[in-house]
């Protein structure tokens, strides 16, 4: 076997069929997103999703950081975990993972083989039906005990929600893909409230009034318990630094608890749970305690995870491309923000790691997204605007970006090829500035991957 020839062919195959994150414009409606395709082959299958503990992740923002603390911490715990995200930074086989580590090429390349004949029967599968239905395959097969699955895109109609799990995530539901999942936060968040399931735990992350009551509606109607992070049970940070950040968590139980140990200056006995994780930000934070219930609440449902496990899993987590300092001087950032409101949690951790220092922006993002809506983020911490694209086929042209920067009143170019725009950036960033690289994860991408090649460093995989 040839392992790369063959991985390529494998990929080849899967990318044959449609992709609708590869599309400019899509209805996303249930003759187009029907998840009885997807019923029909994980039948044909023997259901393989049914053979492990699932968690299941929707949200706008911080799904996928919040799927990857969870599958640190299980695997911390002593379990086979699975890990099921997308999209992927550099490599395919990222997005199915146990333990930490992305799918062999030899394994992917039999798991597409074995799926074949069962795909050739049902009409009009996507490459992500596809892709989903052979991770749980590989991790049936692999007799994983636990996998932490984060939807695609939405959760009513995304492949992802044939699953039965054991507990459900919302994070974080923002205004993104407006045009496929609807115009209003209620909309959106009715389509993330959709991987709900009837008697089925529910932890939500801090949200808008317009999206919380959504998701109480619906889980009331479903009569799935809720557990929402900022009511139920509370966060605070404690510290930070450029490597690492550290909060506290309780339950709403123990609020009179917090006060007493807040009030003797950290000095009681009792305290609340620590957890230190090395993503940075606030709404990581954020993350950090929502995954932290969620594996509670699992905890509750049969699987053992002590608050031990939870610290030495956070601690150790890895999730690459997201405010990730790649270099200190001058410092070099990538981000995979791609909404208005990760703009802005992007912007508020500029100004709590950075304050005060000039930004050269990398931009990149793709057509469907609300640039005006990014750009007024961004933009007032921005010195100069470099526009790029990454290589997907939704890229938004550069000199579009920069006849909207100019709009803002900032200096912009455009300088399409994506290497040329990080060495401009790092020449005019002059040691003085930092250097933002975001807009998509695709863009991310390449900026974690280009900054690696610079410094000759080989080994830059998720």
């Given at each position: 076997?040839?392992?790369?020839?063959?991985?390529?062919?494998?990929?080849?195959?899967?990318?044959?069929?449609?992709?609708?994150?590869?599309?400019?414009?899509?209805r996303?409606?249930?003759?187009?997103?029907?998840?009885?395709?997807?019923?029909?082959?994980?039948?044909?299958?023997?259901?393989?999703?049914?053979?492990?503990?699932?968690?299941?992740?929707?949200?706008?923002?911080?799904?996928?950081?919040?799927a990857?603390?969870?599958?640190?911490?299980?695997?911390?715990?002593?379990?086979?975990?699975g890990?099921?995200?997308?999209?992927?930074?550099?490599?395919?086989?990222?997005?199915?993972?146990?333990?930490?580590?992305?799918?062999?090429?030899?394994?992917?390349?039999?798991?597409?083989?074995?799926?074949?004949?069962?795909?050739?029967?049902?009409?009009?599968?996507?490459?992500?039906?596809?892709?989903?239905?052979?991770?749980?395959?590989?991790?049936?097969?692999?007799?994983?005990?636990?996998?932490?699955?984060?939807?695609?895109?939405?959760?009513?109609?995304?492949?992802?929600n044939?699953?039965?799990?054991?507990?459900?995530?919302?994070?974080?539901i923002?205004?993104?893909?407006?045009?496929?999942?609807?115009?209003?936060?209620?909309?959106?968040?009715?389509?993330?409230?959709?991987?709900?399931?009837?008697?089925?735990?529910?932890?939500?992350?801090?949200q808008?009034?317009?999206?919380?009551?959504?998701?109480?509606?619906?889980?009331?109607?479903?009569?799935?318990?809720?557990?929402?992070?900022?009511?139920?049970?509370?966060?605070?940070?404690?510290?930070?630094?450029?490597?690492?950040?550290?909060?506290?968590?309780?339950?709403?139980?123990?609020?009179?608890?917090?006060?007493?140990?807040?009030?003797?200056?950290?000095?009681?006995?009792?305290?609340?749970?620590?957890?230190?994780?090395?993503?940075?930000?606030?709404?990581?934070?954020?993350?950090?305690?929502?995954?932290?219930?969620?594996?509670?609440?699992?905890?509750?449902?049969?699987?053992?995870?002590?608050?031990?496990?939870?610290?030495?899993?956070?601690k150790?987590?890895?999730?690459?491309?997201?405010?990730?300092?790649?270099?200190?001087?001058?410092?070099?950032i990538?981000?995979?923000?791609?909404?208005?409101?990760?703009?802005?949690?992007?912007?508020?951790?500029?100004d709590?790691?950075?304050?005060?220092?000039?930004?050269?922006?990398?931009?990149?993002?793709?057509?469907?997204?609300?640039?005006?809506?990014?750009?007024?983020?961004?933009?007032?911490?921005?010195?100069?605007?470099?526009?790029?694209?990454?290589?997907?086929?939704?890229?938004?042209?550069?000199?579009?970006?920069?006849?909207?920067?100019?709009?803002?009143?900032?200096?912009?170019?455009?300088?399409?090829?994506?290497?040329?725009?990080?060495?401009?950036?790092?020449?005019?960033?002059?040691?003085?500035?930092?250097?933002?690289?975001?807009?998509?994860?695709?863009?991310?991408?390449?900026?974690?991957?280009e900054?690696?090649?610079?410094?000759?460093?080989?080994?830059?995989?998720?």
């Amino acid at each position: 076997m040839n392992n790369q020839s063959d991985y390529q062919e494998a990929l080849n195959y899967l990318y044959s069929f449609v992709d609708f994150s590869l599309s400019r414009f899509v209805r996303y409606s249930p003759d187009i997103f029907n998840l009885q395709r997807m019923k029909t082959l994980m039948a044909e299958l023997g259901n393989p999703e049914r053979k492990f503990a699932i968690i299941h992740i929707a949200g706008s923002k911080g799904k996928g950081s919040v799927a990857s603390l969870c599958a640190s911490a299980l695997t911390a715990a002593g379990y086979t975990t699975g890990l099921y995200t997308s999209p992927h930074l550099f490599d395919f086989a990222e997005r199915i993972k146990i333990d930490g580590k992305n799918i062999p090429y030899a394994d992917l390349v039999e798991q597409v083989e074995r799926i074949k004949p069962f795909v050739a029967t049902i009409p009009d599968l996507t490459t992500f039906e596809i892709t989903t239905a052979l991770a749980f395959l590989y991790y049936a097969d692999q007799k994983v005990d636990t996998a932490v699955i984060e939807v695609g895109l939405g959760g009513r109609l995304d492949a992802t929600n044939v699953c039965q799990p054991l507990v459900t995530v919302i994070t974080s539901i923002s205004y993104d893909h407006t045009a496929l999942l609807g115009k209003t936060l209620s909309e959106i968040s009715a389509e993330k409230g959709g991987i709900i399931k009837g008697g089925v735990p529910c932890v939500l992350a801090p949200q808008k009034d317009e999206a919380r009551f959504v998701i109480e509606r619906i889980c009331a109607e479903r009569s799935a318990p809720l557990i929402q992070v900022g009511k139920d049970t509370f966060f605070a940070p404690l510290s930070r630094s450029l490597e690492s950040q550290t909060l506290l968590v309780w339950s709403a139980s123990e609020q009179e608890n917090v006060i007493s140990f807040i009030d003797s200056g950290g000095l009681e006995e009792w305290e609340p749970t620590r957890l230190t994780i090395p993503l940075l930000g606030f709404h990581q934070v954020e993350n950090a305690a929502t995954a932290y219930v969620a594996l509670s609440i699992a905890n509750e449902r049969g699987l053992s995870v002590s608050d031990q496990n939870i610290r030495d899993g956070f601690k150790s987590v890895v999730w690459p491309g997201r405010f990730e300092i790649l270099q200190r001087y001058p410092p070099v950032i990538v981000d995979s923000a791609h909404n208005r409101d990760s703009a802005l949690k992007l912007r508020l951790a500029i100004d709590d790691y950075f304050p005060g220092q000039p930004v050269v922006l990398v931009f990149g993002v793709s057509e469907d997204k609300d640039v005006f809506g990014m750009f007024s983020e961004l933009l007032p911490r921005t010195r100069e605007v470099i526009a790029t694209q990454s290589f997907h086929p939704r890229a938004m042209e550069p000199q579009k970006l920069v006849e909207l920067a100019h709009q803002f009143g900032k200096p912009a170019k455009a300088v399409p090829d994506f290497k040329q725009a990080m060495s401009e950036a790092l020449r005019l960033a002059q040691g003085e500035c930092v250097v933002l690289v975001t807009g998509s994860v695709f863009i991310a991408a390449c900026g974690r991957q280009e900054w690696f090649e610079l410094n000759g460093i080989q080994e830059y995989e998720a």
